[in-house]
């Protein structure tokens, strides 16, 4: 019998090439989204691909959607064995006096909170299987972004919620992992946002000249390494079948080394093996 993975934020991007790229690999693959009416793209990859996805309906901010959705998953395929929580959105991009209060709940609420709720979901399917939860971090969440506090925070949050639950949950037999990845290409991510340079420059107020600074040099390409989804899609299936994967897991050289502006070691080996003695008595 395959194992079964379910994917969050499945409908374009990083999460629809994971979806494809683990079909691909073997796995029986139930790809979520959010509206179902909005799947066509996916649909079509998968075809593309050759491959068959369980597309359902999955809303990471609504504990009911979240819960009927894994509920289905196992009473129709017997079993969860990898929850990969990819679900996202880039809804800011403004310093804190300028951003009004309730972009920042939402950005919380996706980022981190999804990623809360529907582990929570998914534990007790992952006990039984002794699988694993992997999760599409960020360097964001690593070293902080000028001008993207909330998605930052929220990545730092979603670190720092992992690395507290990993030796807990291996414990239970099931493995805890951070994908993080640099800046990633050719996705919709960003574009979701439905923001422009125009539109944040004007909405700046008194920081404008200290923004336009900020996205003159990203604009002059200071992130040599940025990847293809299905670059990071690759690299997120390997650790699907890695037996002993680290804590962390940097999807290219650049971000090992970005990391290292802050980490003494980018995997967090160390970090995880103190804290499993902990819990292992």
Known sequence: MSRVLLVTGA?????????????????TVVATVRDTRRADGLRAAADEAGVALDVRRLDVTDEESIEECVTGVVADHGRLDVLVNNAGIANTFATIETCPMATYRA???????????TTRAALPHLRASRGRVVTIGSTRG???????????????????????LAPTAAAMGVTVVVVA??????????????????????????????LERYLDWVAR?????AQTA?????????????????????TSQWGEQYARHKLVE?????????TRSWVEG
Do not use: C, H
């Open 221 to 225: 390409g200071r992130w040599p390494g």
């Open 107 to 117: 950005n919380i609420e996706v980022n981190f909170l999804g990623v809360v709720a």
């Open 230 to 250: 299905g670059e990071v899609a690759e690299v997120v299936v390997k650790t699907l079948d890695d037996p002993d994967p680290p804590f962390r897991v940097m």
């Open 142 to 164: 690593i070293v902080g972004q000028p001008f993207n506090e909330a998605y930052s925070a929220a990545k730092f949050a979603v670190e720092g919620f992992l690395e507290s």
């Open 11 to 27: 409908s374009s991007g990083l999460g629809q090439e994971i979806a494809v790229a683990a079909a691909r690999a073997g796995y």
């Open 266 to 274: 980018a995997d967090g080996r160390a970090v995880a093996a103190m």
């Open 181 to 210: 990845p640099g800046p990633v290409l050719n996705t919709s991510f960003g574009a979701n946002s439905g923001v422009t340079r125009e539109s944040l420059l004007a909405e700046a107020g008194p920081y404008a000249e200290v």
